[in-house]
């Protein structure tokens, strides 16, 4: 069993930054990979951005250039440094732990959750 704990979501102006934080506790983090997803009012959970324990990263083509997803083995975290956030960017933002290995951008994929965190970018 894997709890993931998300932090560090906000309100922040077009243009603006923020860092989300994901701490993860059971289990064995480093042998993880890990992933970003989001879901805005009214539409579906989507990919955003997954490291693998090797450090390999992939991102979802809207977020390529502005989001930065990194991983902390010592502390068991992931975190994602978004900048240069858009309107079309608020969600609320869940960090994922896929324990069997598979390197993918799949939600299905995925064997534990956190609660999520709310991101808002106000025009």
């Known amino acids: 069993q894997v709890q993931l704990v998300e932090s560090g979501g906000g309100l922040v102006q077009t243009g603006g930054s923020l860092r989300l934080s994901c701490a993860a506790s059971?289990?064995?983090?480093?042998?993880?990979?890990m992933g970003w997803f989001r879901q805005a009012p009214g539409k579906e959970r989507e990919f955003v951005a997954l490291?693998?324990?090797?450090?390999?990263?992939r991102y979802a083509d809207s977020v390529k250039g502005r989001f930065t997803i990194s991983r902390d083995n010592a502390k068991n975290t992931v975190a994602l440094q978004m900048n240069n956030l858009k309107p079309e960017d608020t969600a609320v933002y869940y960090c994922?732990?896929?324990?069997?290995?598979?390197?993918?951008?799949?939600?299905?994929?995925?064997?534990?959750w956190g609660q999520g965190t709310q991101v808002t970018v106000s025009s």
């Open positions: 994922a732990v896929n324990v069997r290995g598979s390197f993918s951008n799949m939600a299905q994929n995925y064997d534990y």
């Open positions: 059971g289990g064995t983090f480093s042998s993880y990979n």
């Open positions: 490291i693998s324990w090797t450090t390999r990263s």
